[in-house]
Structure formats: structure tokens, C-alpha cells
């Protein structure tokens, strides 16, 4: 089990930036993948970013060459840097914590959502 507490939204205009900070109750390093998702409002969530416990990253299209997923081990926190933000980029960002067993149980762990909001 492991408990996550986004942190970082807000309201912010449009080409400006944000950073969200997710903090993990314990040691990232025991997931295989932390992510961040977004749930714009009236539609489904939706893959934002994940980085593997091996360094490896994955950015939707959408926020490619606009949005940075990174983390700090040693403080068991989770970051996405956004910057250019744009109207559509309005959503509820959720921290996400996935684990794989080697018996092949899978585990998502989430945080309680932060709210982002650009306006035009």
C-alpha cells in the first residue's frame, strides 16, 4: 500500500506554467512506474506521462515537448514541470503508483486529484 498527495495546481493563464509535486508515503523505487493522468471535465482520464523505476519515459502527443515527468528518489516525490499551458490542458491531474508482483498481480495506487485550470 502506499498513499500519494498531489500538490501544485492551480489556476494559471494560458502559455504559462505549473508544477505539480506528488509525495509517496513510501519509497518509489518499490514501483515499477509512477505516471500522472489528467481527467479533463465531462471525459474519461487519460495517460499524461510515466517514468519507470528504470528511468524510462513516456509522454502522451498532446504534451510532448511541453510537459517534463521527473522524480527526486531520495525524496520518494514525483514532479511534472508544465509549461505552455493551454486551455484544453485543463483538468484534474491524478498521481498514479503502478506495481507488478512477479506472481503477475498488478497494483495502480492515486492520489485524491489537484485541479488545473487555463484560462484563455
Known amino acids: 500500500q502506499v498513499q500519494l498527495v498531489e500538490s501544485g495546481g492551480g489556476l494559471v493563464q494560458a502559455g504559462g506554467s505549473l508544477r505539480l509535486s506528488c509525495a509517496a508515503s513510501?519509497?518509489?523505487?518499490?514501483?515499477?512506474?509512477m505516471g500522472w493522468y489528467r481527467q479533463p471535465p465531462g471525459k474519461q482520464r487519460e495517460l499524461v506521462a510515466t517514468?519507470?523505476?528504470?528511468?524510462?519515459?513516456n509522454y502522451v502527443d498532446a504534451v510532448k515537448g511541453r510537459f517534463t515527468i521527473s522524480r527526486d528518489n531520495a525524496k520518494n516525490t514525483v514532479y511534472l514541470q508544465m509549461n505552455s499551458l493551454k486551455p484544453e490542458d485543463t483538468a484534474v491531474y491524478y498521481c498514479?503508483?503502478?506495481?507488478?508482483?512477479?506472481?503477475?498481480?498488478?497494483?495502480?495506487?492515486w492520489g485524491q486529484g489537484t485541479q488545473v485550470t487555463v484560462s484563455s
Open positions: 513510501r519509497s518509489i523505487l518499490t514501483m515499477n512506474a
Open positions: 498514479n503508483a503502478h506495481r507488478a508482483t512477479l506472481t503477475g498481480s498488478k497494483y495502480d495506487y
Open positions: 517514468i519507470t523505476s528504470g528511468g524510462s519515459i
